[in-house]
């Protein structure tokens, strides 16, 4: 009888613990924060990223995306996701070279100056990359990179001399130190709020992407673009390292492949989006054409500077990764 018993009881608790664990995972909505507005590149491929998820996992894991910075300032997103206030997010990581200066691998001056010459970069830092961003419990999705990034002024510019005091607006470490290298002040700012900096008169410059200009329609402010071609700085979209353990194996492959599919548009894009904002530039009333000669002698002196300040302060780790891209070369 007791053995009877047992026997029930066992095949009970086993018939439980079938149906716990067939029983579907609670379905789950993940926010995603994004810095930039809802009609830049990045964030349409994000919200496809987003859409591709939420059906490829059958409604298992939902995505909503917050483009804008309007979850969290396009600076708190990392923090964010770090800690477990979002499970994922966007994040131009170069705006982190403070806290390593691998992360402003995409943002030295000359180093890297087309789509091309990009990938190979990036094939090169990537595994470094993913290493760091464990170690800061962070796992790396996918990236995308900038289109290629050049000079806005309200004003002609041959020269550095002409740059003398203009307040210039940074994005990084990077884009300061190019300001305070030309004799320019820098004042960090995010690009969701560059249109009112320009229009207040709180700057009136910058080096970005033609994507940028077109994005905050900075003709209404500035007059001239210089195809300088200077670096692509890249966007990551990172999730919780703890998020992505809890993570099914069949849920995570639906991810990483949504992930490559992303990677993929949102390169592709970044660069049809070169030629077509340039032109948006341009019928928005801005002269947009390449650097003189004389400037890109002098800002190609400047790369210089900051590719052997980067070399030292990313000392034996970023040497492995410069020497890794230039072999690829
Ligand atoms: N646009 C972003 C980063 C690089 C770019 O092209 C910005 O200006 O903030």
Known sequence: ??????????LAVSTALTAVSVAPALAENWDMPMAYSGSNFHSVTGAEFAECVTTGTGGDISITTHPSGSLFAGADI?????????????RLLSGHQNENPIFGIDSIPFLSPSFDDHDKLWNAAKPTMEEILAEQNLTLLYSVPWPPQGLYFNQEVNAVADMEGIK??????????????????PVQIEAAEISQAFATGVASSMV?????????????????????DAWLPRNYVMVNSGVWDGTSDANKNVIMGCAKLAEYAGTWRAKEYTGFTLQGLRDGGMNVQPAGDGLMTELRAIGETMTAEWLEAAGDQGKAIVDAYRAAQ
């Not at 477990?84 to 997010?89: A, D, L, Y």
Request: hydrophobic share 35%.
């Open 1 to 10: 009888m007791t053995k009877i018993k047992t026997t029930t009881m066992a």
């Open 78 to 90: 990392k923090r964010a996701i770090q800690t477990g206030q979002v499970p994922i997010g966007e």
């Open 168 to 185: 210039f607006r940074s994005y990084n470490n990077a884009t300061a130190r190019l300001a305070e290298l030309t004799g320019m002040l």
């Open 208 to 228: 970005s992407s033609g994507a940028t200009g077109y994005d905050r329609k900075v003709w209404e402010s500035l007059s001239h673009f210089y195809e300088v």
